[in-house]
T-cell receptor, first 115, second 116 residues
């Protein structure tokens, strides 16, 4: 499976600021996903990021709040904008299949606390 | 869209017992069903998966069964050990146009505790 890294691993941010989370993969992947996992909860998909096209956002998530970049097949960023305490969560990137493969793997996550 | 229901939310067993976690899904077009294990503070780890053309799959002490007609699938862990204690998530994916591309919808998770 691909080796996935995220930066930062954790951060404490002030209300109203923005944080950009980076996701780096050691091999080219077709699909990259960004998830949010609130404390004690399941994983909720924020958006799907495909290289060369606009990210596709899930219901309840908008580009102005969570802009995403996918400049190449090994890298993506998620920005959490104008943060509020409700944005405190773990944000995980995930990489999905190569051709014919269904498996999806997760990065280590970024633990965000907004004060 | 797809909806995945997972039960139970918590499960407590004695070491050596079996544990079973069940999930149901709503979209009959879903064709891929993975299970993830998430230990405290760690990322979700893919432990086993099954595709819709298979009814059962085993890997040592874990197995997954799929009933497409009833739209449910289950995770079975035999001879449980304390290190099996974690949160387990099921998920379902509907591949786009029959391909492997698509998004995962997750169940709510099951906290499994194995008592020594």
């Amino acid at each position: 499976s691909a080796v996935i890294s995220q930066k930062p691993s954790r951060d404490i941010c002030q209300r109203g600021t923005s944080l950009t989370i980076q996701c780096q993969v050691d091999s080219q992947v077709t699909m990259m996903f960004w998830y949010r996992q609130q404390p004690g909860q399941s994983l909720t998909l924020i958006a799907t990021a495909n290289q060369g096209s606009e990210a596709t956002y899930e219901s309840g998530f908008v580009i102005d709040k969570f802009p995403i970049s996918r400049p190449n097949l090994t890298f993506s960023t998620l920005t959490v904008s104008n943060m509020s305490p409700e944005d405190s969560s773990i944000y995980l990137c995930s990489v999905g299949p190569g051709q014919g493969a269904y498996e999806q793997y997760f990065g280590p996550g970024t633990r965000l606390t907004v004060t | 869209g797809e909806n995945v229901e997972q039960h139970p939310s918590t499960l407590s067993v004695q070491e050596g017992d079996s544990a079973v976690i069940k999930c149901t899904y709503s979209d009959s077009a879903s064709n891929y069903f993975p299970w993830y294990k998430q230990e405290l503070g760690k990322r979700p780890q893919l432990i086993i998966d099954i595709r819709s053309n298979v009814g059962e799959k085993k890997d040592q002490r874990i197995a997954v069964t799929l009933n497409k007609t009833a739209k449910h699938f289950s995770l079975h862990i035999t001879e449980t050990q304390p290190e099996d204690s974690a949160v387990y998530f099921c998920a379902a994916k509907k591949g786009q146009r029959g391909t492997s591309y698509g998004k995962l919808t997750f169940g709510q998770g099951t906290i499994l505790t194995v008592h020594p």
